[in-house]
């Protein structure tokens, strides 16, 4: 086991840049912060929690207790006493915040998005190839509404009440995703559960629309918010096997604190994604039933798809810890 001086001395770099940290913020305040150097302040203080715990645990002396206490203390102080957000703050976030903790948790993306498309995928073609298959996922009856909704002769009608619907979409979207997060703290189980079932229902029913020549409405409607709404589900996704990869594998911490310390990044990355889905409802309330043509609505929707990848991608990298 690793001796007390071993471990200060290891530690003792990113004691000290907190301190300096904390002694910015009682001289500057938050808004002389640079991105870097919030994102900075976020994960020392949570290591010094666990180092606190830790030389706790292993009764290290008053000494080296008592100067982590007041390190935790002055975080704790700083930064549940911030200032409320204001608007620039909040477009800070989704500029540079949010990507920026979205990559540092790919990982979770990257397994909730092969859980939520690849069935959307499978389950598509089966049945865009065998269309009776559809109902053994969805009613009959929801099956003919969709195929009326989506008839040529009253595709058009769609988008009428489209402010009533921007309401209902917001509502809808944003409550998915805010579920397949939740759900996380099912030991992860129940994001799996949102994740698969979301993904062949979506599938089932673009798969029928498009078996049954309704292709080119379908298609043509949901390209443009699909790349906000549809990765934005996968992103929330994440999210909450964060939860519960959290609860499942705490390290030295206890479940609680293990909650506590990743459920922080992941309620910040379910925020983000719950701000896609508001702009993929405005979309999809606007923009897909408006009566445009095909090829200007694919070429939109190919244009949000790369700003989407893009966004996620490379906003905010200069403010990333190196």
């Not at 203080?45 to 100067?67: K, M, N, P, Q």
């Not at 229902?201 to 390209?223: D, P, Q, W």
């Not at 909650?259 to 992941?266: K, Q, W």
């Amino acid at each position: 086991m690793i001796s007390k001086r071993e471990y200060r001395r290891k530690r003792q770099a990113d004691w000290t840049r907190f301190e300096a940290l904390i002694h910015k913020v009682d001289s500057k305040g938050w808004k002389k912060l640079s991105g870097n150097d919030a994102s900075q302040f976020s994960q020392l203080f949570r290591e010094v929690c666990h180092d606190l715990s830790i030389v706790r645990t292993r009764d290290w002396g008053a000494g080296l207790t008592s100067y982590l206490n007041e390190l935790v203390t002055k975080g704790h102080n700083i930064f549940y006493k911030a200032p409320p957000t204001r608007s620039h703050d909040f477009f800070a976030f989704l500029s540079r915040g949010f990507p920026c903790i979205f990559r540092r948790n790919i990982g979770f993306f990257i397994t909730a998005a092969v859980m939520f498309f690849l069935p959307l995928g499978i389950t598509w073609v089966v049945v865009q190839n065998r269309t009776e298959l559809a109902t053994r996922i969805l009613p009959v009856q929801q099956l003919d509404q969709m195929e009326d909704m989506y008839a040529e002769s009253s595709f058009e009608d769609f988008g009428s009440s489209r402010a009533a619907m921007g309401g209902f979409y917001i509502m809808n979207n944003v409550g998915i995703a805010l579920r397949c997060f939740a759900m996380g703290v099912l030991l992860g189980t129940g994001t799996v559960y949102l994740l698969l079932t979301n993904g062949i229902v979506i599938g089932a029913t673009i798969g029928y629309l498009v078996g049954k020549g309704h292709g080119e409405n379908i298609l043509s409607f949901v390209v443009s918010h699909g790349s906000f709404e549809l990765t934005a589900i996968a992103v929330a996704g994440g999210a909450g096997l964060m939860l519960g990869e959290a609860i499942v594998h705490p390290g030295r911490r206890t479940r609680l604190d293990s909650l506590r310390t990743r459920g922080l990044e992941a309620v910040q990355i379910a925020g983000g994604a719950a701000v896609m889905l508001v702009v993929a409802a405005m979309i999809e309330a606007f923009w897909s039933p408006a009566p445009i043509a095909d090829q200007i609505k694919y070429a939109a929707g190919g244009m949000l798809w790369l700003l989407v990848i893009l966004y996620l991608t490379l906003a905010g990298r200069g403010e990333e810890v190196a």
